[in-house]
Structures are given as structure tokens and as C-alpha cells.
């Protein structure tokens, strides 16, 4: 059989991407003065609280209570629109055409976290929640000869994706996000993920948040 009874084609035709998992990452323009006063915020709620939450996936380092979301200052209320612009944006980008408008609520829970040198999170998930994401405030200031210092990993959450043991292709991908100040992450909060040891000066300050949706009564379009 020759060749030319075999035709080629594009296989882009062919492909159906299945069982995506989506991951936002959004950096917020113009956020120097934003970051300065958040930062300041967390850092007096330190002082005031040394004791903090404490432990959640957190291996050492600092994490507030879980009310941040209801703290009164105005950096919170535009840290709270941030994450209803993300996480409204990503839901429709989302939500299948059911030929009606559709909207949504939001309940939101949020706290900071300082990790200083040698501090991680351990793998987890956010159980009781559907979204889940981080703000990144301070960088500090990792040690450059440690690559991986302070990043998120996120996990492939096909377990069995390594079975196709073919080196450097899509299927053993892993997915690091570094912390850059003003980053805004989402993801379903089933995917787990943890944060790589702080190694170097300073502290590394973020805030993650749980979000909650609730559709509200669909209307005609
Ligand atoms: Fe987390």
C-alpha cells in the first residue's frame, strides 16, 4: 500500500480537549499603592495578633482568621471587587448557554499568610468551597539560588496522566506560578497545590480566599 492511500490531515480538526481545568492568572494593573496599604494592613494584623489563625496547610509562617473579607478598611473593599470581577468574568466565561441570563452570588472568605525563611504549605485542597485562589501583596526577597523558592505548584489532577511516559510532552507538565505582587490566581478548589519553602529574607505576604457560588433566580433573556 503506497503512502498517498493514506492521506494526511490536521489533527487540530480531530482533538477535543476534554475535562479542561481552568486556571486564572490575572495581574491587576497599577497596584503599587494597593499592595503597599494591604501589605500594611496584614502586617498590623500580625502585630496585633501574633497568634493568628494558626495552622491550616501552613508549615510555619502566619495566617490570619478567616474573616479578612469583613475587616473594615477600604483596600478590603477593593481586594472583595477584585475577586468578584475574577471570579464573575470566569463563571460566565464558563457557564453553558441555557438561552436565559444567568447571575450569580458570591460568599467569600479570605485571609493573609506571611511565610518567612524555611516556611511552605503543605498539599492541599480547599474543601467546602468550589473556587479558590490567592493575591500575592510582597515578594520578599527569595534567595535566587533556590529555583523553586515560594512558588506554587499546582498538581496535574489526572492521576494517571503519567502513563504516557513520554518525556517532555503535555502529560508531564508541572505547573509553577511565582508570586508576583498584584498576581490574582483561580482555580476549582478540588485541585491540589502547595507552596515550595521560602528561602530567603524578608517575608512572603499573600492572601487567599474561598469563594462560595449560589445562582440566583435564572431570568428570561
Ligand atoms: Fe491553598
Request: proline residues 6%.
Amino acid at each position: 500500500m503506497s503512502e498517498e492511500m493514506v492521506p494526511d490531515f490536521d489533527i487540530n480538526k480531530s482533538v477535543r480537549l476534554i475535562f479542561a481545568t481552568p486556571l486564572v492568572v490575572h495581574d491587576w494593573p497599577n497596584s503599587e499603592q494597593f499592595n503597599q496599604d494591604l501589605e500594611k494592613l496584614v502586617r498590623h494584623s500580625e502585630d496585633n495578633d501574633k497568634d493568628g489563625y494558626g495552622t491550616r496547610s501552613n508549615a510555619g509562617g502566619w495566617q490570619s482568621p478567616g474573616n479578612l473579607i469583613t475587616w473594615k478598611d477600604p483596600v478590603v473593599d477593593i481586594f472583595r471587587q477584585r475577586i468578584e470581577k475574577l471570579v464573575t468574568n470566569l463563571l460566565q466565561e464558563t457557564a453553558r448557554d441555557t438561552g436565559k441570563n444567568r447571575s450569580f452570588r458570591l460568599m467569600i472568605d479570605a485571609w493573609a499568610n506571611i511565610n518567612r525563611d524555611r516556611d511552605y504549605n503543605v498539599v492541599h485542597t480547599h474543601p467546602n468551597c468550589m473556587y479558590s485562589g490567592v493575591y500575592y501583596v510582597h515578594q520578599g526577597e527569595p534567595e535566587k539560588a533556590i529555583p523553586y523558592s515560594g512558588l506554587l505548584e499546582i498538581l496535574d489532577p489526572r492521576e494517571a496522566a503519567n502513563y504516557v511516559q513520554i518525556r517532555h510532552s503535555v502529560f508531564d507538565a508541572r505547573e509553577f506560578v511565582e508570586n508576583i505582587p498584584g498576581r490574582m490566581l483561580l482555580w476549582p478548589s478540588w485541585l491540589k497545590h502547595w507552596v515550595h519553602p521560602y528561602q530567603g529574607k524578608g517575608e512572603r505576604i499573600s492572601v487567599a480566599f474561598n469563594v462560595n457560588v449560589i445562582e440566583e433566580n435564572e431570568q428570561p433573556a
